[in-house]
Structures are given as C-alpha cells and as structure tokens.
Nanobody, 111 residues
C-alpha cells in the first residue's frame, strides 16, 4: 500500500522560508518521478516541481529560483525547500507519485 504523508506547512511572513517533507511508504522515492503540486482556494491544482530518478529537477516558472526539490534516500522522503515566500504561494501543497497523492499540507504566507 502506497502512502505519502506531507508535513512542514504553516504560517509564514512574506520573504520567509518553509521546508516541506513528504514521507513515502510502499514506494521508493528515488525510483520514478516525484512531484509537488499546490492548490490555492478557488483555483485548480497546479504543478510546482518534480525530480526524476536521474535527479533531473524541473520547476514551474512561478517558483523557479526560490524553491528547491530534493530527495533523502535514507529517509525515503522528498523535500521542498521554499525561500522568499510570497502571498501568492499560499495554497495546500501535495506530494505526488503517478496516481498517488498525499493529504496535503497548508502553507499560508501573510503578514
């Protein structure tokens, strides 16, 4: 059974940082492509970043240069380091592998 469990969300001021984690079970995060998505209120879910088994990373234009996706092999976890956060980054952030989704973690950027 595949489980993806996100954590690390919270309330942060503009310009601040957060590090999201996605702990996986039932899969190996370094085999295949792992992704982060987000969904803001009233908007469709959108892709944020992804990392392949070959460690190729890709980012949405809106987060390029501010967010970094990485994997921790020992903990079978995917991270999303988010720096210089903006109010428009406010959303529920989801971890994804193929058809599998986590429950999401709320990120709120507000002063």
């Amino acid at each position: 059974q595949v489980q993806l469990v996100e954590s690390g969300g919270g309330l942060v001021q503009p310009g601040g940082s957060l590090r999201l984690s996605c702990a996986a079970s039932g899969i190996i995060v370094t085999i295949g492509t792992m992704g982060w998505y987000r969904q803001a209120p009233g908007k469709q879910r959108e892709w944020v970043a992804s990392i392949t088994s070959g460690n190729t990373v890709n980012y949405a234009d809106a987060v390029k240069g501010r967010f970094t996706i990485s994997t921790d092999n020992a903990k079978n976890t995917v991270h999303l380091q988010m720096n210089n956060l903006k109010p428009e980054d406010t959303a529920v952030y989801y971890c994804n592998r193929w058809i599998y989704w986590g429950q999401g973690t709320q990120v709120t950027v507000s002063s």
